[in-house]
Each structure stands twice: as C-alpha cells, then as structure tokens.
C-alpha cells in the first residue's frame, strides 16, 4: 500500500510553546466559598490579604487590575506607607502558590505583571465565573432564537455553580468592594433571566430555588420579586404567591415608603386572574384620572406610513406573522408582540410597516407607528417618557392631561387600550427599556418591533423573535425588478446578476442601486455593475447625501453604539480572510482574552453587525466586511494592523501543528518560531479533538494560506500548509492539498528558505502524485533531489528518496521504486530516525505485494510491524497488516487474510477515513474469497459508504459494482 506520511518526516523538532500557554490543570472558585486546586489537591490561599488579593484579580477575569486598585481594596482609606511592598509581597506568595516549581524572581506565567498592574491568566474552564458566564450567555442566546427549555437548562447549568456568597471566606469589608458587587448583580441578573425563560416552557418549579436565593440578595427588587411572585403561581402555589407579593408591598412601603411599581402589580394581578376575576378592593385596577372620561371618546388613531409599494418575497416571514395575528384575531388571548431584528437595511421596517397595513383592519381600535430613533444618524434615541406621549395625544388625551411620570402614563396607556384591539408599530427600537414600557397588555392587541439588536431581554420576557436575514437572489431579483423596471433588466440579465451579488442581496443596498438606475435611464445596467465593481473596496457606490438611505450612515449608526472592544474586534474581523470565525482566532486579532472575544463576538451578533452562522463561529456581510475595511484604514495604525495579523496567523500555526503532532505518527520537521504573545495558540491531545478542529477550521485555513503569502508572512504562508497534509490525506482531500502546496512552494522561495523549499516540493509531489499528475510530480522531485545536495542533509535526501518512491509506486515502476525506499530506509538508519524506517520498512513489504513476491512482502511486514509496535506507531502497524492482507490474499490463504484486515482496522486510529474505506474494501474481497458473501457485502457496503463521504465518486462505483454482482473481487489496488 501506498502510505502517504511514509518517509516523510522526522520526530526531533516540537512545536515551540507559546510563552502563555498553561499546562497544568487548576480550578478556581469565585462564586462563594474562594477556593483553588492544582489537579486534585486543594491550595491553602494563606491569610487574608492574600485570600482578598486572589479573589480581586480573579474577579476581574484575565483584566488588568492596577496596584493602586488592589491596596484600595486591601485597605480602604488607611494603607501602609509599604503597601507597594505588601502587595508586591502577597504577588510573590501567590506565584509560587499557583506555580510551585518556578523559579525565584521569575515572571510566571499565570500570574503577571502588566501596565501598572497585576493580571491572572485563567482559562475558562478553570474558572466557575467564566464559565457562569458562558452558560449565562449561551441561555440568553437561546433564549433569543425561541429555545426556551435548552436557555433554562443553560441558566440552571449558571447558576449550580453558585455556591454561597461571593468570595467568601475574605474580610467582609474586602467583599464589599464594587468588584464583588458587579458579580452579585450578575447572579441575580441570570436567575432574573432563568424567571423569565422558565415561564415561556412551564419549568417555574425548577427555577424557584434560584429565585428565591437571588431575592435574598437583594430584597427591594421589584422585577426580581415579580418573577417570585409569578412563578410560584405557575408552579401551582398561588396562595403562597399571594403572600409573597404581600410581604414585598409591606416591606417597600415600610422601607422605602413606595408602593409596588407596574411589573410588580401586574405579576399580582395576573395571580388575580388565575384564581378568577376581582371582586373589589384593593386589588382593583384604578385608571388614572386622565383615563376616567377620555376612554369613552377615546380617538381612533391610524398612524401606519404609505405603502410604497416595492415590496418582493419574504414568504416565510409574512407566513410566520399570519400565524401570529391568526392566534391575536382568533379570540381571547394574551396579547402578543413581535420583534424582527437583522443587520442594517435587511428591511425590517418595510417588513413591519408592510404586514401592518395588510392586517390593519383586523385591529378596528386603531393602529400606532413610534419611530423610536434607536439607530437615527441626525437624532437621539427617542425616551420611552416620549413614545408615551406621542401615542397618548394619539388616542385623543390633550397634553395638559397626561401624567409626568413614565409608570403613569405607562398605566394610562395600558388602561385607555383596555377590551380594545389595537395594532402597535415601534420601529427601530434602540434597547429592551426603551420598549418594555411601551407594550400593549390588553387581550387581541398586537405589538411588531424592530430593531437592528436582538434585545434578547424582551425574548427573555415572551416577546416572539422574528430574526429577518438577506432575501433569497430571487427576491432580491424581484425587487430590483420592482424598483428598476422587467424590461430593464431583461435587456441585461447578466449585468442585473452581477448587481445583486455586488449589493450581497441587502435591500438597502438595492434600492440605493436601483434609484441612481431610475435617475439615470440612459445609463445601461452594465455600466452601473461595473461601477460597483471597480468601487468594490469602499462603499462609496451606495452613499447617499440622505442619511436614511446611505448604506455608510447606516452601519456607522450600529458601530458607534459597539463598547470599545466590541468596535475593535469588528474592525480586526476585516484583516481576517476566511469565511467564519471563532473565539480563539478574534482573541488573537485583537489581543483580547478568548471569554472577552467570545462576548464581543456574541455582541456583534445581537447587533447584526456579524451573523452566527453556526454555534461559536460568525461571519461578516461582504458589505460590512468592506465598511469594516475603511474603519481599520481610518482608526488602526499599519503597525496594529500588521501585529494584528502576525496574531492571527501564528494562532493559526500553532495551532494546527499541535493538531497535526497528535494526528500524525512521523512528526512535522518544522522548526517554528515562538508564537506571538496573544495569539492564544490551541494545545491538543488526542485525535477526535484535533480532527474537529481541522474539520471545522478547513475553508478557513484554505483561505489564511494564500493570504498570508499575499501579505508577505512567508514563514506562516509555507509552514502552514505543512501542517495540513496529514489532515487532509485522512479525508481524500488531495486538490485542497495540492493548492496549498503550490503556495506553500512560493512562499518558501520568497522567504529564501530551502528547508522550506525541499519541503513543500515534497508535500507538493506528493499531492501531485495522489492526482495522478505524475510528470509535474517527477520536476518537483527533480529540483527537491538538486535542493538536498545543496543542503548535504543525509535525512532531507532521505525523505526526498522516500517521496520518489511513493511517485513510481503510484506510477506502477515497483521495481524503480524499491531501490528508492532501500536507499531511504539506509539513510533514516545512519540518522537513527526509527519512525521513518519503521514506515520505510511498511512501504518495501508493499512494494513485494505489489509484485507478486508475497512471502517477501509478509517478511517485511512483520518487521515493521515489530518495529512499530516498539515505538508506538499505530498507523504504520495498521499499514502493514493490510499489507498482509494483501499479500495472503495473493497466496489464496483468505482467512488468514481476513484476520489480517481486522487487525489492521483495529490498529488504524481515529479519523483515518480513507484507509478505513480501503480496509473494509479488502475485508469484503477476503470474504468473497472465503465464500461468505453475505460478510462480503456488508464489509463493501462500509467501505462505499465512506468512499461517498470522502466524495471519491470512483471508488465508490467499484463498490456498488462489486455489490450489484458486476465485477469480481479482485485485490484492491486503492493505496
């Protein structure tokens, strides 16, 4: 058999390790008693201050925290004159508590010195906040796109972590510090969110406990008790939800001298309800004055905007807001709100405005539209104070009659709606507080938000989320129609094509294109294609001197409202090449801790600036990937740029080559660089991990190769695809491999490296040969052989030997082939490279199978599977026992045979597809040899059904021939 990592590499050379990278297992506890382990033992954290000084900079997570913040914290208002000294001190204590073998005055790596402060590397599964975090946060999201019962199980995950107070087990007056506040806040924030979203499935009763916790934190919660109140009623305890709304309206009458505000009296009342309807008394709902007497002439208001008509598609989203207003139009029911979010210009509000005027007549109270300003370029986010106005005065209550305060005209507004059906409009909704006051809670009302942000704290609430993502090409196509004229586009289908790819289907974008076309009938289509062609790195082909309808305005107007990391990693995200990314890559890009990475990204998503295309991973629009192109020019410096990029790519790197050590039994002679600080490089121990990675990480890296060679990083450009072959020889992926092979071969010429010349023309060849393209295959060999003489390396001639032999193997010259592996396997023995002999000594006992000579080839065989199994090289035993297999099949012993391919799938590790499809293949001519056809076909149908996974469609016709009787079973010649 043909082994592709046979004779190729040497073992001496590993990976330099990133100088952060941390190698030992350590657990944290943050979230109540402060505890830490190495492995399975316990650490004493010593006296206080030590205690109070791990705790700071584990509360902050991986950021900085400044000495004059740790003796603040440490000792309030009255430090020591040595304070600097202590904590340098405390500092030095906690290094060798957590690094106990480094040495004296030695940096570390966990806990370092950093701008004017101290920062404590933790990764996040170490560490119970970051992981409280992530869960939190993977509930929200859910939560988001309608899965309530897995975001309940996320923020139940969250919060068993909570194990009592905060970093308890330090002074009390240490725990008061605003740090430990922050995290208390963050509890009962996602036992406020876990309230919510267990109310959407019917799990109260699972959630209550963490309420109930999260009340004892903080007691004057309203919203938190609330959510008491309302889950105990739908747990079945309305009684005790009763009492429990009552004791909170005494305690914030006695403490506060308030009464309950609206969420909390609504909760009340809907306990109220469930137990059937008011009798009187203190729990009636009053109107406020205003109401009493404007109700009854209360004015019907029909605010809706004009249709203007351009409106094409969107069949799964008008579908989904038919079955919506078919439930509010059907009959008694609670009211119902939408939120439609996407990115900028995707045509939520055309959308919105679209169905409202479709459904208006369904809602004969009246129909609002509040244009809440939340992404306006020339105006302030409206204040919901505002809104309520504007729609108060809709209703007919004269200004001088609507209340002051929010609560109040909140109430008047839900008591004026009250028995009425009633549309509501609120477009371009800004935040989840902006709106919450705003909501219809009247039965048959219906309430359509939109907004550039998925406000997940109103899905949280039960608001229905209608994600709006780009029209199909034949909707966008319709619409171009629409705005442009049939005939016009008739006239030029191939302009009109480019038109839409050009605008990445964004509506906005089109009906910019399409108004400049309508302004200028006596331009052809083509023309305004290639316009947006040539301007294809900037937007300037769909400004606009409206801001409303410049696609710039339109996207700054998201960005500016970014935190600064959030507008930094989207920035960064345009230096990156490939089509999706995850967490550790934007971690390198921006140097930001992978957690804050992964937050920014998650923000980016909720703002529509980035789409999470599947779990973890997120791309950019190609539009705003060129608005982020122009933000990077204007903001970052080409120094940040280039550092920015040298992250990434070393991320990528190393990353790859500790997937690839684990991958393959012959190790990469590579001799890499240290990674960059930052580039947060990932560290791999078995295969199913790294095959993930390289299986999720593939178009990506496709993509990094040739733009690390376009940028001038030679070393990555080379290095990289070097990483990669023993990857994708495992998964049939051999013109992916031949592709980075040739860039890999003109990096390393530009970079003047002919180690990394030699190399990549012998990955290149290799690949050729697996394409059959052998002439092109024999001049890469030719120049590596010229190369390894300039170099007078014994192992580069070697491996040169090694790769001409698999090329004439492939090519049916065994004989030529075999005096290339004697010669390969007698210099890998003057260099002592044992796992290279052992795949040479594989591949000669091949080339006797091969010809006929199979008392030679199982010799040969058993040597190096003797060889093997002392060095511990699965693959290559695996290798050899099919070898076997091969050759007992020649000599007609088809038991033996078959024990031999059972041996060799046994020994085959993980992951290696392509060798598996041949084994089976030669464990079903075994078979058929033996008689058993029944064993036979199930033994070829495995082998089919892989050979159609790795989308090797030749391979998989000899099988089905071989299943429908067609041809014989013959021996395999599939290497």
């Known amino acids: 058999m043909l082994h592709v990592s046979a004779l190729e590499a040497v073992p001496e050379s590993v990976a330099a390790r990133s100088d952060t990278e941390l190698d030992v297992v350590m657990r944290f506890e943050v979230l109540g008693p402060l505890r830490a382990w190495d492995g399975d033992r316990e650490l004493d954290l010593g006296f206080p201050q030590q205690r109070a000084l791990l705790s700071m900079l584990l509360a902050q997570a991986g950021r900085p925290v400044g000495t004059s913040t740790i003796i603040d914290a440490l000792w309030g208002e009255d430090p020591p004159d040595s304070a600097v000294n202590m904590v340098r001190r405390y500092v030095g204590e906690l290094r060798r508590l957590l690094e106990p073998g480094l040495a004296p005055r030695a940096p570390g790596r966990r806990l370092i010195r950093r701008a004017g402060g101290y920062v404590l590397q933790v990764e996040h599964e170490e560490f119970d906040l970051l992981e409280f975090r992530g869960l939190t946060e993977g509930g929200t999201r859910a939560v988001a796109t309608g899965r309530t019962e897995e975001a309940v199980s996320h923020f139940i995950k969250a919060l068993r972590l909570w194990q009592g107070e905060v970093a308890m087990g330090i002074p009390a007056s240490m725990r008061a510090h605003a740090v430990f506040s922050s995290i208390e806040r963050e509890l009962v924030r996602t036992a406020q969110l876990a309230g919510d979203a267990a109310l959407l499935c019917d799990r109260a009763d699972d959630v209550l406990p963490w309420l109930r916790r999260a009340v004892a934190l903080d007691p004057l919660n309203e919203p938190l008790h609330a959510r008491v109140v309302m889950a105990l009623a739908a747990a079945g305890f ?60 209360m004015v019907r208001p029909a605010q809706l905007p004009a249709d203007l008509g351009a409106f094409a598609g969107r069949r799964a989203e008008l579908s989904r807001l038919g079955e919506i207003t078919h439930k509010v139009s059907a009959g008694p029911g609670a009211p119902v709100a939408v939120l439609i979010s996407g ?22 109270d009246g129909q609002f539209y509040v244009d809440l300003r939340g992404f306006d370029p020339a105006r302030n986010p409206m204040p919901p104070l505002e809104a309520l106005r504007h729609m108060l005065e809709g209703l007919g209550i004269a200004p001088e009659r609507i209340p002051r305060g929010i609560d109040a005209r909140a109430g008047l507004f839900r008591s004026l709606l009250n028995g009425r059906r009633v549309l509501v409009v609120l477009d371009n909704a800004w935040e989840t507080e902006q709106v919450r006051p705003l909501l219809a809670s009247s039965m048959g009302c219906l309430t359509l938000i939109t907004s550039r942000s998925a406000l997940p704290g109103l899905t949280t609430a039960g608001v229905l989320p209608l994600p709006l993502d780009l029209p199909s090409f034949a909707d966008a196509h319709a619409s171009l129609v629409l705005r442009a004229g049939a005939e016009r586009l008739a006239a030029d289908p191939q302009a009109a094509a480019e ?259 030699i190399t990549t023309l012998r990955k290149l060849a290799r690949a050729l040969s697996e394409l059959q393209q052998f002439d092109e295959a024999r001049e890469n060999l030719d120049l590596a052989f010229v190369t390894a003489r300039e ?32 010669a390969a396997i007698h210099l890998f023995r003057q260099t002592g490279l044992r796992s290279s002999e052992a795949l040479g000594l594989s591949s000669i006992a091949w080339i006797h199978a091969r010809l006929g000579n199979y008392t030679e080839a199982i010799k040969w065989s058993h040597r190096a599977i003797e060889l093997a199994q002392r060095i511990g090289q699965p693959e290559v035993e695996a290798y050899s026992f099919d070898t076997m297999a091969l050759a007992y099949l020649g000599l007609g012993d088809f038991h033996q045979a078959i024990s031999c391919c059972h041996r060799a799938l046994k020994a085959l590790p993980y992951g290696e597809h392509f060798y598996q499809a041949t084994f089976w293949e030669r464990l079903g001519d075994s078979h058929e040899g033996a008689g058993d056809h029944p064993a036979a076909r199930s033994a070829w149908q495995q082998s089919a059904t892989l050979y159609e996974q790795l989308e090797r469609p030749e391979a998989a016709d000899r099988l089905k021939a071989k299943l429908d009787g067609r041809t014989t079973s013959g021996q395999n010649d599939l290497a």
């Open 238 to 297: 309305q009684a005790e939800a009763l009492v429990a709304f009552e004791e909170i309206r005494h305690r914030l009458l006695e403490e506060l001298g308030v009464s309950p505000g609206p969420e909390l009296s609504g909760a009340h009342m809907q306990v109220l309800r469930q137990q059937g309807p008011p009798s009187g008394g203190e729990h009636e709902s009053e109107a406020p004055e205003a109401g009493r007497g404007a109700a009854e002439a």
């Open 343 to 364: 990115m900028a210009g995707v045509g939520k509000t055309t959308l919105a405005v679209k169905w409202a005027g479709r459904v208006a007549d369904q809602f004969p």
């Open 499 to 757: 038109i839409i790819t050009q605008c990445g289907r964004l509506p906005l974008a089109l009906a910019i294109v399409a108004a400049r076309a309508q302004r200028h009938q006596h331009f052809p289509l083509a023309a305004i294609a290639a316009e947006l062609r040539d301007t294809h790195s900037s937007l300037d082909a769909l400004s606009s001197s409206d801001p409303t309808t410049d696609a710039r305005a339109a996207f700054t107007c998201s960005y500016q409202l970014l935190p600064p990391d959030g507008a930094r990693l989207f920035r960064s995200l345009s230096l990156h090449p490939g089509p999706t990314i995850e967490a550790a890559a934007a971690a390198a890009l921006t140097a930001l801790p992978i957690g804050r990475a992964r937050l920014m990204l998650a923000e980016l998503a909720d703002a529509h600036l980035a789409n999470e295309v599947m779990p973890g991973r997120y791309a950019l629009h190609h539009l705003l990937r060129t608005f982020a192109v122009e933000l990077t020019a204007t903001h970052d410096t080409p120094v940040e740029r280039q550092a920015a990029q040298l992250r990434m790519l070393d991320h990528y790197l190393h990353t790859a080559y500790s997937a690839d050590q684990v991958l393959g039994s012959n190790k990469n002679r590579l001799d890499l660089s240290p990674a960059q600080p930052d580039s947060v490089p990932g560290h791999f121990t078995d295969r199913p991990t790294a095959l993930a990675w390289f299986t999720a990480e593939r178009d990506t890296l496709a993509a990094v190769i040739p733009h690390a060679l376009d940028a001038g990083f030679f070393t990555q450009a080379w290095q990289l695809p070097c990483c990669l072959q023993e990857f994708l020889f495992s998964q049939g992926g051999w013109e992916l491999w031949a592709a980075t092979q040739r860039t890999a071969v003109e990096a390393a010429r530009l970079g003047g490296s002919l180690l990394g010349e």
């Open 791 to 822: 170099l007078d390396d014994p192992t580069e001639q070697a491996l040169t030997h090694g790769a001409m032999s698999f090329l004439l193997q492939a090519q049916g010259s065994y004989y030529d082939a075999l005096s290339h592996s004697e």
